[in-house]
């Protein structure tokens, strides 16, 4: 008997009028021991499907039809009273955001004891003994300690075994862990990654794995599931699928991730296209870099005592040098918190730095006055990365593409930056009439694609890209790059592009500088680096990234 | 920690000179004592020397921030600013205009704004919050709806008419306690009874709405969905980890208003004759008196800033996260 | 000409206010998704009932507000006196309530005084008894036996005049919005007696009625009699809360009016800049707010009354003072009042500030001022907005505390809290005297509780992080 059946499952969101179906007849079954990944874009389904199973879906949903058989007992027909038995006991679950998801007013141990003693009938010092092994056995490095502990204590990758200890404190039969991984940095990733799978082997547990990232799938899965717009569309084991995806969307999703590969491919499609500018790039790379930043440090203070002095400062970005040439992209990788992004802000001036210099054409943006530095900003330019908070909802995207054009005087009539407007929503893909219309009534993709236009309108040389495409999805963040790969093939600008994916950097840059503890660890044409690593966490870091 | 708690007690000292300030240039600037007296005396036939002898027997003679007759320290000691004002510093109140030593008064008055206060904020909280757990636990439901709807019929309802109603319907249809009065001593549990209920029932509306929101802003955050799937019931969420969350603002917002108890409440105690600090405060602004409500004005800021500086203190002993940070 | 127009400074206030509005309303409409929200708020039933019964207080305020001087007297031929007096044309609308003054108390709808006096009998002799009114049901010969039928036959007649205007205006509104819609009235009146139109126009529409039947049959009622008493010096209580409305209206709409621009220029300004700007604008609200707002506005009406008694001969009119009092008390409430939403729009701008979209501008080298009049200002404006319209009520509330401690509107304006601080002195009274409290109360009552229920609404509209226990 398999562990887990889910036959015709439907699931539905009752709005004002009608009824959303956002999961729709799905079925699929787990076993002991295996490892279903169930996987699909934001809003195909996927976290629905879990929570239905658990039945902890929010009062607006609810379960329209089907069956869901744990051990063969239907768990849509039991009472809620049975339902809370078997959550924790036979059905336990792991969130996205660990610090989101553990009760911050309450120690590690009471939300470890808590479910060990609603499960098993043991004394509270028991539960705390075991609680501590729970600990021990996630690998949290001083469980003796860290049972004290409140969740804000730890690290992100720390909270995530934290949670994976609730889940198992009362040994459950299903783990459902819905995306666990996706707040994590590559490196922690790939250590929870590790310890789930050994757990589960060793508690021969069943694991339905939600994720959108179909390289981790392909370390973990045995079997894979992929969901779109609420649908079942495939469902095969891990072999066959990466071998020959058989429908259209899983073939989709699986050519929108960025390689190495593809990009070589891609390259020769557009040869003809690149050989005239190649050799002029290659002219104007003699005359020097376009940006050369030399022992950048940016410190910001940490206040303390009475009167808020600076007590110490953190280094968010520690003695950083690098060039970037005309018509080239260089990746600056890194975790969360090694100061990419703070490197960015300083050489666009958002931020002041305490020490070095960013030469861009031969000036040094921080000795420039006000007037020099506002001349010089037409020549330099950013795209956020958050697509929902990098356009004002209040005003027309007309407006917003004109903003910088008539801050910096690049256009003096009207007319002309009407025309040029109506050129830029060509040139990114977007219909001419969005000019009228307000950020929220387009997509992500298509924010992200308005946000490039804007930076583009002032004809700028060099645009700082700022993990542009992370909040995206697989098959639109394809898109957006390979829209940014054409740009600049078409006006031959120079992309500083930030980001923490290594398959997007093995994608489009020419060169990369890898950044770890606000210092770059090493830098060099993207070839050399993703092959033949230097430095030890250049190749942590490579280690890490699931390939496909 | 500490540092935090002591730049916050030095943070109130120039806001306690902004206020002195404020109370010294709106008492005797704008308005100068020979206008205090002229409205004291009555306008007509009053002469010069009548006015004089008036500003003389309170101190409003002297001179408001120079004494150019005096020499030394006194030139600037001899002066209203620093008799009237500054000693405020030292809760040194003087005397009111009708020459009673309000410092006395204050002693003596505080207590039984306290008796009042206390009972009322205390099985206040109880009720509000157990009404605001049980509307929770019935959140989305008809209970809920109606629920919200009878509290904000109740906000809608002017304290004046939850102290007349109250009056009229237990004091004078019911019979049951003494419509108004206070004695001393346990005598006063009987004529206490009735401004604590209405205290009480007067606040359930807005507290309870509040608390309510404090609670489904809780509830709808991913670590409740953790404890449920730990298979935990229901009223084990909401009561350990919904009310542990929810009771940080709560009881942080209740600390601000603690100190401030001490100064009654203005409403309730004229309207039941309870000879506390809030019926002492209206008597005063009915009878004109300047001194007792500049007094009271600068009494009420005091306290008030100890109680921002007490809320400080409270989240760092209730919230972990800003305790061990 | 019969009267002489004149504007006291409310009045300006109140209509520069009501064109200000008028004006937002057309802005709104002409963008989306400014829109949005509010179409959200009349969609829903409570948010246009709500609206409704707001807009038709504001309208008896606005009608209260048109004062003049009426004529007395012809000097000469071209040349007309005219009284010092102040009247609105509501006075003119309800003239026989506000001229018809009986001796002192009597109870709603009655006939005769409240209390006995001695007067002479039939047959000459002295006795004591309850007079006839003057006015209440002087038309009756016999009202122990009349007044029933009477009342139940103006009432009826009333009730079929108002029902039938509204019967008119309706069948005129969906007529208009049929053919607007292309759809035919048959339809849309099947849709509308079912609520199952967009808008809820079953709703508005009944509660146009009652509003209706309301005005309608007061006003009849009102002509012949008192329909909530008379007060101690026999003035009706209906027409006192009535006029009472303008000040309720006018505490809770101009405060805000007076302080909004100190609030949001302030916070802005604190939010944005930070350092030491944001440092001096902290200090001088929280000084502000750690004074006892009670106390604050007690001590600066009372230096108001210092001032006042002083300069008796600067105002031409009691009506002048007490309007001036009442600005100056806006004024005094916005001052306790504005810290609050000055520290919610510095909290809001902080985390506007961090907002890509502003960094974006930065980087374009747009000039801080149009950042926050283009980038920052526009997206708090819906905080603004709440909290203008959750503050209402409270201040009308306030006022009516205010009076009764004596530190509210002139007493000699009428205003709810006025009302009953009068009233209150005569709880002792056996029978118990309860029209003008229970008007005072009804009244305020329903404006108090139509604008919180509004409030509401338009809160879970315009904040889309509002917790709703259906989510």
């Known amino acids: ?548 | 920690m500490s540092a935090y708690i002591i730049r916050r007690m030095l943070y109130a000292i120039p806001i306690l000179i902004g206020i002195n300030l404020i109370t010294f240039v709106l008492f005797f600037v704008v308005n100068s004592p020979d206008d205090m007296a002229l409205m004291q005396l009555g306008s007509k036939h009053t002469t010069e020397l009548q006015i004089e002898d008036w500003k003389r027997e309170r101190g409003y003679h002297l001179p408001l921030l120079y004494n150019a007759e005096q020499s030394g320290f006194d030139a600037l000691t001899e002066t209203i600013f620093y008799q009237k004002s500054a000693k405020l510093f030292v809760f040194d109140f003087g005397s009111s205009d009708s020459g009673r030593d309000i410092g006395y008064d204050i002693s003596q008055r505080m207590w039984p704004s306290l008796a009042l206060a206390i009972p009322t904020l205390l099985v206040g909280l109880l009720v509000t919050i157990t009404l605001a757990l049980t509307i929770a636990f019935f959140r989305g439901t008809y209970i809920d709806y109606w629920a919200v709807i009878i509290c904000v019929a109740l906000i809608s309802i002017s304290s004046l008419f939850y102290i007349i109603g109250g009056q009229f319907l237990i004091g004078k249809l019911l019979k049951i306690v003494p419509i108004s009065g206070f004695d001393t001593g346990l005598h006063a549990l009987k004529f206490m009874i009735l401004p604590v209920l209405i205290g009480i029932v007067g606040g359930i509306g807005s507290n309870t709405r509040w608390y309510r929101t404090i609670f489904l802003e809780e509830i709808n955050k991913d670590y409740v969905r953790t404890a449920r799937s730990k298979g935990l019931s229901e009223q084990l969420v909401l009561f350990k980890h919904v009310l542990r969350n929810a009771l940080i603002p709560i009881l942080t917002g209740v600390v601000v208003v603690l100190p401030l108890l001490f100064m009654g409440s203005l409403l309730t105690e004229n309207f039941f004759g309870i000879p506390g600090l809030g019926s002492y405060t209206i008597d005063a602004i009915n009878r004109q008196d300047f001194a007792i409500v500049r007094a009271m004005v600068f009494l009420g800021s005091v306290l008030y800033i100890i109680g921002l500086v007490l809320t400080d203190i409270s989240y760092t002993l209730v919230d972990p996260r800003i305790r061990l940070s | 000409m019969s009267m002489q127009p004149t504007f006291l400074i409310t009045d300006l206030l109140f209509f520069a206010l009501t064109i200000g509005l008028i004006a937002f309303v057309f802005m709104v409409r002409k963008r989306p998704h400014l829109s949005r929200p509010w179409s959200q708020v009349l969609k829903s039933t409570t948010g246009s009932v709500s609206l409704m019964i707001l807009l038709f207080y504001y309208a008896i305020a606005l009608i209260d507000s048109m004062h003049f001087h009426p004529r007395v007297a012809q000097a000469t031929e071209s040349q007309y006196q005219y009284s010092s007096e102040v009247h609105s044309l509501l006075d003119v609308l309800m003239a026989p309530m506000r001229s018809r003054m009986e001796k002192t108390f009597s109870a709603p709808l009655a006939t005769h005084s409240f209390s006995k006096e001695m007067m002479q009998g039939e047959e000459g002799q002295l006795q004591r008894d309850y007079p006839r009114l003057n006015y209440g049901g002087a038309h009756l010969t016999q009202p122990e036996e009349q007044k029933a039928a009477d009342i139940i036959s103006v009432s009826l007649q009333a009730s079929a005049q108002a029902l039938f205007y509204w019967a008119l205006i309706w069948l005129f509104i969906l007529w208009l919005y049929s053919q607007r819609n292309n759809q035919s009235l048959v339809t849309l009146l099947a849709n509308v007696l079912r609520a199952k139109t967009t808008y809820p126009l079953r709703a508005i529409a009944m509660t146009s009625a009652i509003l209706m039947l309301l005005t309608v049959v007061s006003m009849q009622l009102g002509q012949h009699y008192h329909l909530f008493g008379t007060d101690k010096v026999g003035q009706d209580v209906f027409y006192q809360a009535v006029k009472s409305v303008r000040t309720g209206i006018l505490i809770g709409v101009l405060t805000t009016l007076i302080t909004l621009p100190l609030a949001i220029l302030l916070g802005a300004l604190a939010g944005f800049f930070r350092g030491w700007v944001d440092d001096v604008i902290q200090y001088i609200y929280t000084t502000l707010n750690s004074i006892p707002h009670v106390l604050l506005i007690a001590a600066a009406v009372l230096l108001l009354q210092v001032y006042m008694s002083g300069h008796a001969d600067d105002f031409d009119s009691l009506t002048e003072r007490a309007d001036l009092r009442l600005l100056f008390l806006c004024l005094i409430l916005g001052i306790t009042s504005w810290t609050g939403l000055c520290r919610l729009l510095r909290a809001e701008t902080f985390k506007l500030r961090e907002m890509e979209y502003i960094q974006a501008a930065e980087a374009f080298g747009v000039s801080k001022f149009k950042i926050l009049m283009r980038h920052v200002m526009p997206n708090f404006m819906h905080i603004v907005i709440i909290s203008v319209v959750l503050d209402f009520s409270g201040l009308v509330l306030a006022e009516a505390v205010l009076s009764y401690i004596n530190i509210g509107v002139d007493p000699s304006m009428n205003s709810w809290g006025n009302m009953i601080n009068q009233a209150r002195l005569e709880m002792a009274r056996d029978p118990i005297v309860w029209w003008s409290l229970s008007a005072a109360f009804v009244f305020m009552f329903t404006l108090v509780l139509f604008a919180n229920l509004f409030a509401d609404v338009v809160r879970d509209a315009l904040d889309p992080r509002v917790v709703r226990g259906e989510q």
Request: glycine share 6%; charged share 20%.
């Open chain 1, 1 to 548: 008997m398999s562990l887990l059946v889910v036959n015709g499952l439907s699931t539905e969101i009752r709005g004002r009028a009608e009824s959303n179906l956002v999961v729709s007849d799905i079925s699929f079954q787990v076993e002991r021991g295996e490892t279903l990944a169930l996987v699909g874009e934001s809003g195909s389904g996927k976290s629905m499907t879990a929570l239905s199973i658990a039945r902890l879906l929010p009062p607006a949903a609810r379960v329209s039809a089907g069956e869901i058989k744990l051990s063969g007992r239907d768990l849509m027909q039991i009472s809620e009273r049975e339902m809370r038995d078997f959550r924790g006991s036979k059905i336990a679950m792991i969130f996205q955001e660990p610090m989101n998801s553990l009760n911050p007013v309450l120690t590690i141990g009471d939300q470890i004891a808590e479910c060990v003693r609603r499960h098993q009938s043991v004394t509270r010092l028991v539960a705390r003994q075991q609680s501590i092994e729970l600990l021990a056995a996630v690998g949290l490095p001083a469980p003796q300690r860290n049972i004290d502990e409140y969740p804000h204590q730890l690290s992100g990758g720390m909270r995530q075994r934290v949670m994976i200890a609730i889940a198992l404190a009362a040994q459950p039969d299903l783990l459902i862990a819905d995306e666990p991984t996706t707040a994590l940095d590559v490196t922690i990733q790939a250590q929870v990654l590790d310890l789930l799978k050994d757990l589960q082997s060793q508690f021969n547990m069943g694991l339905l794995f939600i994720t959108h990232d179909l390289a981790v799938v392909k370390q973990t899965a045995d079997r894979i599931a992929v969901m779109h717009q609420g649908e079942l569309v495939e469902h095969g084991t891990n072999e066959a699928f990466f071998a020959s995806p058989k429908h259209a969307y899983s073939r989709a999703l699986l050519e929108a991730i960025p390689t190495a590969q593809k990009r070589l491919q891609r390259d020769l499609e557009q040869d003809a296209k690149r050989v005239t500018e190649v050799t002029q790039l290659e002219g104007e790379a003699a005359v020097g870099p376009i940006l050369s930043v030399r022992n950048l440090q940016v410190h910001f203070p940490i206040r303390g005592g009475v009167f808020r002095r600076a007590v110490d400062y953190v280094r968010a970005v520690d003695d950083v040098s690098f060039d970037l040439h005309a018509g080239k992209t260089l990746a600056l990788v890194g975790e969360s918190g090694c100061g990419k992004t703070t490197v960015g802000k300083a050489i666009l001036q958002l931020l002041k730095s305490n020490q070095g210099s960013v030469l861009f054409q031969q000036h040094d943006l921080q000795s420039l006055n006000n007037e020099a530095l506002r001349k010089t900003r037409r020549d330099l330019q950013i795209v956020f990365q958050d697509p929902y908070s990098s356009l004002n909802p209040r005003m027309l995207v007309g407006d917003i593409l004109e903003e910088g054009m008539t801050a910096l005087a690049v256009l003096k009539t009207a007319q002309d930056r009407k025309r040029k407007i109506k050129l830029l929503l060509d040139q990114v893909g977007l219909p001419a009439d969005s000019v009228l219309r307000y950020p929220h009534e387009f997509s992500g993709g298509q924010r992200q694609r308005i946000s490039i236009a804007r930076a583009l309108a002032v004809e700028p040389k060099l645009i700082v890209c700022d993990e542009p495409t992370s909040a995206l999805d697989v098959s639109v963040q394809a898109q957006v790059l390979n829209l940014l790969i054409d740009l600049q093939a078409e006006l031959g600008m120079s992309y500083l592009f930030i980001t923490h994916d290594m398959a997007v950097v093995s994608y489009l840059a020419d060169e990369v500088a890898v950044m770890h503890q606000g210092q770059i660890v090493e830098q060099g044409p993207t070839d050399q680096i993703l092959l033949q690593p230097q430095h030890s966490y250049t190749q942590k870091l490579l280690a890490a990234v699931p390939s496909l």
